[in-house]
């Protein structure tokens, strides 16, 4: 026998009834960011259903982003997403400039490497090329955002590494190397993280998180840094502004 919605007269799952519930106390901010969310215990009690049935709707509540796990711990609400456009601009600390994020980078490691392959392709380098490499992990307000792993091409920047990354290294390199962005090229995909990105995120390993890769261009066309990002899936949303051809226009006659 399903478990129904007390209401007289109504056929809602109280299943669905507790993720309205945790839903509106969330966006209502009696359950503000980073606090706990009831246990399946007290929401089996509360509304008197299973702890199973409460487990189903504290995942539907994190799967909405409304909430993240923290192992043994339990689960807590989620910061606001952070709505991250795309189109308009390269460097996420850019965006992001505003106080009110709170945004911290730590700096995790940092060599000197060599292209392989697929590198020597996205960056138009010969394999062996020197390549500069750090990770850094991104923090708002203290929760860990993202992870960040650049490739930037060494010999067109001398002693990158003597220049505190803990900063925009965009804006780093068109203020003391007269490298500023032109373009980009960007992709977005689902995958499961690794043990380290798990580990420097606060997640078990193999969650899925979101992945952003980006090749960045200076004025020319040359790509001079390549970039992966990958976010804890609660806080990530990526917007973009497409302009589209009017089909009905005639396109102009070929030579």
Request: aromatic share 8%; with cysteine; glycine share 8%.
């Amino acid at each position: 026998m399903s478990e129904k919605n007390p209401a007289a007269g109504s056929k809602v799952p109280v299943f669905q009834k507790v993720i309205d519930h945790l839903r509106d106390e969330i966006r209502s901010g009696n359950l503000p960011e980073h606090s706990a969310l009831p246990s399946e215990r007290a929401i089996g009690e509360q509304f008197g259903i299973s702890r199973m049935t409460a487990r189903r709707a504290l995942l539907a509540v994190e799967q909405e982003g409304l909430a993240y796990s923290s192992g043994r711990r339990g689960r807590f609400v989620s910061p606001q997403r952070l709505t991250y456009d795309i189109s308009k601009t390269v460097s996420f600390f850019a965006h992001a400039e505003s106080g009110e994020l709170g945004l911290k980078i730590e700096l995790i490691s940092k060599q000197l490497t060599q292209a392989d392959a697929a590198l020597a392709a996205k960056l138009a380098v010969a394999e062996g090329d020197a390549l500069y490499k750090y990770t850094r992990l991104f923090l708002l307000k203290g929760h860990p955002a993202f992870v960040e792993e650049e490739f930037a091409v060494a010999h067109l920047f001398p002693d990158l590494f003597s220049h505190d990354l803990q900063q925009s290294t965009t804006l780093l390199m068109e203020r003391e190397y007269g490298m500023p962005p032109h373009s980009g090229d960007i992709s977005i995909r689902m995958r499961a993280l690794n043990e380290e990105e798990a580990g420097l995120l606060g997640l078990p390993t193999y969650n899925a998180g979101i992945e952003l890769e980006q090749v960045i261009f200076d004025a020319g066309g040359r790509p001079f840094c390549f970039g992966r990002q990958i976010w804890r899936g609660e806080l990530a949303e990526f917007t973009a502004h497409a302009i589209v051809r009017d089909r009905h226009l005639p396109t102009p006659d070929k030579a």
